[in-house]
């Protein structure tokens, strides 16, 4: 299976040359439409996929802090004055209050975890296999070169 992204290929041109032309990505996938379909469909789905991931690791932090945060409240007397962070302020606040602000937070980011399990089960599903040979590095360096360069050889 073919998994490269496009900021993987703008990465290894050099400073000297002019941006990736998109006929030479597309030279890249020159076996046929069905090919180029299957590329550019994998690769979305990896980026999918991955993005899915960071997600799910920012709303499982968040889920540690509202726990943690949750814990250090319930250990405080009753009679505690909490305050709220919003903006530049402060705004006081019940314990209670904070409380169930917290078990919220923590229940819709464990609602949110589960909804991007399932989206990135779906998308490793989803992708499609390859039958066509690997392409190369050669086939790469040819999508890194300019345009004119490119023509000049056809």
């Not at 690791?57 to 726990?67: F, N, P």
Request: charged content about 20%; glycine content about 2%; aromatic content about 6%.
């Amino acid at each position: 299976m073919i998994s490269v992204s496009l900021k993987h290929l703008l990465k290894h041109q050099t400073a000297g040359h002019p941006p990736m032309n998109t006929h030479n990505f597309n030279q890249l996938l020159s076996p046929g439409p069905s090919l180029r379909f299957m590329f550019l469909f994998n690769l979305k789905s990896c980026s999918s996929v991955k993005l899915a991931d960071l997600q799910i690791d920012q709303l499982t932090r968040v889920q540690k802090h509202a726990k943690l945060t949750h814990t250090e409240i319930t250990t405080l007397p009753d009679n505690t004055r909490l305050y709220e962070g919003v903006g530049r302020m402060f705004i006081l606040q019940s314990k209670e209050e904070i409380n169930n602000q917290l078990m919220d937070k923590q229940k819709t980011a464990d609602e949110k975890i589960r909804e991007l399990e399932q989206k990135k089960v779906y998308l490793e599903l989803k992708k499609v296999p390859f039958t066509q040979p690997r392409v190369t590095w050669s086939h790469l360096s040819v999508c890194l070169q300019p345009a004119a360069a490119v023509s000049l050889k056809h």
